[in-house]
């Protein structure tokens, strides 16, 4: 039997009886505990946690004093030799260890709801702050395609400021359709449009500039040709400034030519892969390198990059295509392409193929006419219509021979404005349609339409003068009225058979391999 009170072992200890209190065995003590310390926690959560720590035992009826709980202490004495000692009525240390763990439990317990309101609180006010996906898109698009957003034109103007380059202004009313572009005039020369700072504007980027935005200089490889020649000079005149490195400063010298140049035109996707590739080339250039030898290795990096993206992929195409060139054939071109012209004048003066070319040509710019004057120097037997004539001479063409501005990554083909029409219409007769294109022309942008991303040319080339009278004369005054001078537009892969590259001939779903092919060379 046990005893109750150790203090007192004089005196006769009263002994409780066998059925009333029998000993508990080691699992209904463990049992007995884990009720307990439930019960406590019960108790904590209704009355909060600045309530007492509530006695062992069972939880006491809604009418029941707090005291009436104290019976159930006596059968817990029963622990052990270790729970001797403690008065009548007292606590065991393990009840003791019980109630602080109880209560560092119901302390964590409740900073962890804490944590978790302030959590939920910072998470439901950021999407009131500022939505930051539709901040992403923006800011993955051009600059030049964002000119019916005031933030990004404020931005833009800021950046321009920096670098001292003066911001050009938009000419006329737009197309609501493609009033995210800018559209320019060429009436006034630039200079007279905006103030050219010659201290930081190199003369030939200057001239070169006027020459874009007059059209003096038109096409994707002549244009990139002429950006090329000029950083050439740029960088022949460039001299590195005390305590900087040539291949960081070259490139901040760089930026506000580019800019100043994408303000006089939007630049093509041929001039953006070549500055990529030249930023590219100055930042790899080794700090051992001399400022002269430095820019003696760029300027052969670019004439290298010219003759092997430009000039051999030129030849490499003109022997590709001429594979599909055969006596008697009836071929269609379209607009002035410098790779479809030296392709079909190599194929007639050095191969000997006698065969007939139809080019289409369309307004404003009639540059069919130049491709006509170069095949008819050389001999080739030539038929010229305008664009809306084309389903008539379809019938008898063999095959259509197209250029392109870009090939984009889905395998859309990006070229001047008209191309897309005359795929469309060779589908419908069975007429092969065969693209060439340098690789160095293919982009990683993605597009299927032609409104995201485009060119708008000056509205007023549209204006016909007819025995001297003009009827499109007063449009500007029209509010009514407005006039679309679209550049390029987007064939989709679908109308196009075969893509006639430097690698060889592919499909337009090989545009990715190239890409990556590219990528990973670089």
Avoid at 348 to 353: F, I, L, V
Wanted: proline share 7%; glycine share 6%.
């Amino acid at each position: 039997m046990a005893e109750l009170d150790g203090r007192n072992p004089e005196g006769p200890a009263p002994v409780l009886a066998g059925p009333q209190a029998p000993e508990l065995s080691q699992e209904e003590k463990l049992q007995l505990r884990k009720e307990k310390k439930q019960q406590k926690k019960k108790k904590k959560s209704e009355k909060g946690p600045s309530a007492e720590p509530a006695e062992l035992g069972a939880p006491p009826e809604p009418g029941q004093p707090r005291a009436a709980a104290q019976p159930a202490a006596p059968p817990a004495s029963a622990d052990g030799p270790g729970d001797g000692g403690k008065p009548t009525g007292g606590k065991s240390k393990a009840e003791l260890r019980a109630e602080r763990r109880a209560k560092q439990e119901a302390e964590r317990a409740q900073k962890q709801a804490r944590k978790a309101e302030l959590s939920q609180a910072a998470t439901t006010a950021k999407p009131r702050q500022s939505p930051t996906e539709p901040q992403s898109m923006v800011k993955r698009l051009p600059e030049h395609v964002q000119v019916d957003d005031p933030a990004a034109q404020r931005k833009l103007a800021k950046k321009l400021e920096r670098q001292q380059v003066p911001l050009r202004q938009d000419y006329g009313t737009k197309v609501n359709l493609f009033s995210h572009l800018h559209q320019y005039s060429r009436k006034k020369p630039l200079t007279q449009q905006m103030s050219i700072p010659s201290t930081v504007i190199h003369p030939a980027v200057v001239r070169l500039g006027l020459q874009y935005s007059q059209g003096i200089i038109n096409g994707s490889n002549a244009r990139c040709i002429a950006l090329l020649e000029v950083f050439k000079q740029l960088i022949r005149d460039y001299s590195t400034p005390p305590n900087e490195e040539l291949s960081r400063d070259l490139v901040a010298k760089l930026k506000p030519h580019i800019s100043f140049l994408n303000q006089c035109r939007p630049l093509s996707a041929s001039m953006g892969n070549a500055i990529k590739f030249l930023k590219k080339e100055i930042s790899c250039l080794p700090d051992t390198l001399r400022e002269d030898e430095a820019k003696e290795k760029l300027q052969d990096v670019i004439d290298k990059y010219l003759r092997e993206k430009i000039v051999l992929a030129a030849e490499a195409i003109s022997r590709s295509a001429f594979e599909k060139i055969n006596d008697h054939d009836v071929i269609l071109v379209y607009g002035c392409s410098s790779l479809v012209n030296r392709t079909l004048c190599d194929a007639h003066a050095k191969k000997g193929r006698a065969f007939r070319v139809i080019v289409v040509d369309s307004r404003p710019r009639l540059e069919g006419r130049e491709t006509l004057r170069r095949l008819v120097r050389k001999g080739i037997h030539c038929t010229y219509v305008m664009i809306n004539a084309i389903s008539y001479v379809l019938p008898e063409v063999s095959k259509v021979l197209l250029g392109a501005h870009a090939l984009l990554a889905n395998g859309s083909v990006m070229s001047r404005v008209g191309t897309s029409q005359i795929a469309l219409v060779s589908k419908a007769y069975n007429v092969p349609v065969l693209v060439c294109c340098e690789t160095y022309k293919f982009c990683e942008r993605v597009q299927t339409d032609s409104f995201v991303s485009n060119e708008l040319d000056d509205p007023d080339d549209l204006i016909v003068l007819r025995k001297g009278q003009a009827q499109l004369g007063g449009w500007a005054e029209n509010k009514s009225l407005r006039l679309l001078n679209l550049v390029y537009d987007v064939t989709p892969p679908d109308l196009v058979d075969l893509v006639i590259t430097d690698l060889g001939m592919i499909p337009c779903t090989s545009v990715p391999v190239v890409l990556r092919v590219k990528n990973v060379d670089q």
